[in-house]
């Protein structure tokens, strides 16, 4: 069993940076995929960036260059650096974790927190 715990969030201004972090509980942390999604109203989730446990990254276009995931390994944690928010990266952050490659469809992670919230404001 893994559990997952976010934190980070909060109000900030377009422009403005912030850093998620999410805590992992359980065995076998390093050999897993992990990765932030995000769920705004009334959209579906969606797949923001991963990381796996060779250190492949996945960015979705819309966070390129922005957004940079990264992990460590002794601490059991989880990054999204963000960068250059937007008024449309206000959305409820969520972290996730699975075994094996990176997948885009939220029903292929079994583990997942209860999310953070990002509001950027102009």
């Known amino acids: 069993q893994v559990h997952l715990v976010e934190s980070g969030g909060g109000l900030v201004q377009a422009g403005d940076s912030l850093r998620l972090s999410c805590a992992v509980a359980?065995?076998?942390?390093?050999?897993?995929?992990m990765a932030w999604f995000r769920q705004a109203p009334g959209k579906e989730r969606e797949l923001v960036a991963a990381?796996?446990?060779?250190?492949?990254?996945y960015y979705a276009d819309f966070v390129k260059g922005r957004f940079t995931i990264s992990k460590d390994n002794a601490k059991y944690t989880v990054y999204l650096q963000m960068k250059s928010l937007e008024l449309d990266d206000t959305a409820n952050y969520f972290c996730?974790?699975?075994?094996?490659?990176?997948?885009?469809?939220?029903?292929?992670?079994?583990?997942w927190g209860r999310g953070t919230q990002v509001t950027v404001s102009s």
């Open positions: 996730a974790a699975r075994a094996g490659p990176v997948l885009q469809r939220t029903n292929t992670y079994p583990y």
């Open positions: 359980g065995r076998g942390f390093p050999t897993y995929t």
């Open positions: 990381l796996t446990w060779n250190n492949n990254t």
